[in-house]
């Protein structure tokens, strides 16, 4: 839970428990030192009293009185721990090891043996086994001493013989642990507010810096640099550096961008420029020619005809395709017919008597020619005055334009140079409609893609003699899929 908190909570909880852990791992050792040094007390005062008895016992054991004993057992066995609370007991034993007097006279009868057999849960060493000062502890922790008492020619007349139950040794943990609590509540006492205010300190720059990371992309970087703190602390400087450098190359990223922006619309301000000014000129020249035709042969009705509807099908062109560049604005399109066909031959024939080129055409209708004439019309010329640039000087170029119940098809060829498939692809993905001399490739493309059909080069092998290049165009005929014949938007 602690790692989900913030810094100004985390920072003192973390000083609290930190002192809290150390303060209790303290007392437990200072616990068990004090245990320790305590059992170590309590078996030098029992030494000590054994000590005594020795010196205060041997004269009553050389004499044999049991009253003078008593008193002294009485007197010196008041020096053990707990006695009062019979934890402790003292005796002296004669030369056979039974009892003279002990300080507890029910616990130690006068009398009865006492080494070599079971004393309180205890057994006793025999009199030839404690001829030399023996301690014995038992499981619980209980300790019993047995001390000879020596004449002046070292023979042993009696034994002291002292007894401490375990209780007395046991530490008493209440006491011990009380300076534990008390130092664990100062700690908390004083390093809460201590803690809080120093984990402010520390989180606040974070904070600070969190949120100007928080706001990059919404706000100005010029700005946010502004908001973050400056800091003395060197790794909290460089959290706060990078966020700087992150912002002075957010700000010039923001700077590119609109910069490109901007090249980018006004690159496509040109890119549109230059299609309506490809497409608008393509017919012109057409058109052009009509109106000469129509000035030096207007008096032949069927002439004037002729040219009247050649100028009216070119102008509408020109207003469907101007029109689709409105916003918003509905355009309706007719289908294409075989007019269409011998307009676009007869606008494009003035381009190709410039360069003498020879155009042939044909027309194979199976079906109704149920596609948009505005876009067909525009392939067609762009595609012919592509052909008769390439066909070059004294060329050769036909235009073949076929309708099934699926598709309308227009393929094109000249006597120009091998223009393969892999080139075509290539060109029309590298100039993208850059190319000023590539538009009238680029517009066919982007119209195969709009209306789901197909732009492509024949291979050399499948081109027929004397012409090297094959383009074929063509787009679904709506008749297939709706018999009713809508009117091509």
């Known amino acids: 839970m602690l790692p989900r908190l913030p810094y100004r909570i985390q920072i003192p909880m973390g000083l609290v428990l930190a002192v809290i852990l150390s303060v209790l791992l303290v007392s437990v050792v200072a616990a068990q030192i004090s245990a320790r040094s305590a059992r170590l007390e309590i078996v030098s005062t029992v030494q000590r009293v054994v000590d005594l008895l020795v010196a205060q016992g041997k004269p009553l054991l050389a004499q044999d009185d049991t009253w003078r004993a008593f008193t002294l057992l009485r007197n010196t066995a008041a020096l ?19 009892f003279l007097a002990g300080s507890d006279p029910l616990r130690l009868p006068t009398g009865e043996q006492a080494l070599g057999v079971l004393i309180n849960g205890r057994l006793l060493p025999t009199t030839s086994d404690a001829s030399r000062s023996i301690t014995l502890t038992t499981p619980d922790g209980g300790m019993t001493l047995v001390e000879p008492i020596r004449s002046d020619d070292n023979q042993v007349i009696g ?26 509540a100062l700690a908390i006492i004083v390093l809460v507010p201590l803690g809080w205010l120093l984990g402010r300190r520390m989180a606040h720059p974070i904070a600070q810096t969190a949120d100007c990371i928080a706001q990059i992309g919404r706000t100005d970087p010029a700005q946010l640099q502004l908001l973050l703190p400056q800091l003395q602390d060197p790794e909290l400087d460089r959290i706060a550096g990078a966020v700087r450098q992150l912002l002075i190359e957010t700000a010039a990223a923001q700077a590119n961008e ?40 207007g008096d032949a009705p069927d002439t004037r005809t002729r040219s009247l509807d050649l100028i009216e099908r070119g102008l509408q062109q020109i207003r469907t395709m101007t029109t689709a560049l409105l916003p918003q604005a509905k355009v309706e399109d007719r289908c294409l017919t075989a007019d269409d066909m011998q307009d676009i031959l007869t606008l494009a024939r003035a381009t190709a008597a410039q360069h003498a080129v020879v155009i042939s055409s044909e027309l194979a209708q199976q079906a109704e020619l149920c596609v948009p004439s ?39 060829l000249n006597t120009g140079r091998h223009l393969s498939d892999d080139r ?3 060109r029309l993905s590298t100039d993208d409609g850059n190319d000023p001399n590539g538009f009238g490739l680029w517009i066919c493309h982007e119209f195969t893609v709009r209306y789901g059909g197909g732009f492509m080069a024949a291979d050399a092998a499948d081109i027929p003699p004397p012409f090297t290049t094959r383009l074929s165009f063509w787009l679904p005929n709506l008749t297939r899929h709706d018999p009713q014949k809508p009117a091509v938007d």
């Open 80 to 98: 053990l721990p707990q006695t009062e609370k019979g934890q402790s007991r003292a005796a002296l034993l004669d030369a056979q090891g039974r």
């Open 159 to 184: 034994f002291v013989f002292a007894e401490v139950d375990a209780a007395v040794f046991a530490p008493d943990w209440a006491a011990l642990s009380t300076p534990a609590l008390i130092g664990a």
């Open 258 to 297: 609109k910069r490109a922006l901007s090249a980018e619309r006004l690159a496509a301000v040109g890119r549109i420029t230059s299609v309506v000014a490809h497409e608008i000129n393509n017919p012109l020249a057409g058109l052009i020619t009509a109106t000469r035709t129509l000035r030096l042969h």
């Open 374 to 412: 505005t876009v067909f019309r525009q392939v067609m010329l762009n595609l012919l005055l592509n052909a008769i640039k390439a066909a070059g000087q004294a060329g050769q170029v036909h235009a073949s334009l076929s309708a099934d119940a699926h598709k309308v098809s227009l393929v094109i």
């Open 424 to 426: 075509l692809q290539r």
